[in-house]
């Protein structure tokens, strides 16, 4: 039954009062409410609970006071677009982790020791002209962790499409496109590009004599060796089995020739020792430079694939290249 000798529509507001207040403390989501001067006149118990703070310490405080890691130029900036537009403002925990230095209570392995949130601004306009901002800060720290682990899932699943798994540089598959690519520039541009194909010599001894293992051994570090030897732009792949490919964009054939000696000599001095047996090792090279005579990447993959099986007719150990008149040094 209504109190008698009071208002009714006063006793509905107080009603409508206790009932808001009683669901912003029963919300696992932050509402704090700012005045246009950014004095806090609302503060529910999920802010409470997290800051450790309680209402009578925080109210007609100014935000800033009781939040002293607030970006004030920022925060203030948008909190005053709200106020003049009367329109609602978003942020959202990918664009800052988080505003509010508010620990976060779950169970898991973040990078944070806050939670993560969202948060979001809503203009509110009482009834006599007031404005105030109703900030809403919404806990998602289990969404920023579980898409963290997703992006890192699919960064891993795209590495893995790309990379050899015993060698780790790129696999076939990736090499091959990055050529079509490359050759698609130099055509287009009028580039120079030049291509590397190398294959270990007698490489079926190094599994017969000692094993898979020595083999998986000598490809790991031949393929470390070679990269420290390539420029940034330079596209270093494994072609199949012990035959590596280097795709050499904005090079000529003789800078090509000299990286291959260079790598021919490096090869060849390369110091390996297998289950305390010196392990010897040499690669022979096959160059091959653009032309006007190869219409696609597979011919160029194609001439200096010929100049590879001339290396290794030649005795092995060696860089060949048809498209060279003068004799290359041994490696």
């Known amino acids: 039954m209504p109190e008698k000798g009071i208002d009714q529509t006063l006793l509905g507001a107080r009603i409508t009062k206790q009932i808001n207040i009683q669901i912003a403390n029963q919300l696992n989501t932050g509402i704090l409410v700012v005045d246009a001067q950014l004095t806090i006149i609302v503060w529910n118990r999920f802010l409470q609970v997290h800051t450790g703070k309680k209402s009578e310490n925080v109210l007609e405080q100014s935000i800033f006071s009781v939040f002293p890691e607030l970006p004030v130029r920022w925060l203030s900036r948008k909190l005053n677009s709200v106020l003049q537009l009367n329109t609602p403002s978003f942020c959202s925990w990918e664009q800052r982790h988080h505003l509010f230095n508010l620990p976060h209570t779950r169970p898991i392995t973040t990078d944070s020791d806050f939670m993560a949130q969202n948060c979001t601004f809503l203009p509110i306009v009482t009834d006599t002209n007031d404005s105030y901002i109703c900030i809403l800060i919404e806990d998602v720290t289990d969404v920023c962790h579980y898409q963290t682990q997703l992006k890192k899932a699919l960064a891993e699943l795209a590495k893995i499409n790309r990379i050899d798994g015993l060698t780790q ?7 091959q496109k990055s050529l079509e690519q490359e050759y698609a520039k130099a055509r287009r541009h009028d580039k120079k590009l030049s291509l590397i194909m190398l294959d270990l010599d007698h490489f079926k001894l190094f599994n017969d004599n000692y094993g898979h293992q020595c083999g998986d051994m000598v490809l790991i570090e031949v393929s470390a060796l070679i990269s420290t030897l390539l420029r940034v732009e330079d596209i270093f792949g494994r ?14 054939l003789s800078g090509a020739i000299e990286l291959a000696q260079r ?9 390996l020792t297998y289950k305390e047996q010196n392990v010897k090792v040499t690669a022979s090279l096959g160059v091959a430079q653009l032309g006007e005579q190869e219409q696609s990447y597979e011919a160029l993959i194609s001439q200096a694939d010929a100049a590879l099986y001339q290396a290794k007719a030649q005795g092995r150990n060696k860089v060949f290249s048809n ?9």
């Open 323 to 331: 498209q060279c008149s003068s004799t290359l040094a041994v490696g």
């Open 169 to 175: 540089i790129y696999n076939r598959r990736h090499w």
């Open 239 to 252: 072609y199949g089995g012990e035959e590596f490919a280097i795709i050499l964009p904005e090079t000529d």
């Open 263 to 271: 790598i021919c000599g490096r090869v060849s001095a390369l110091a």
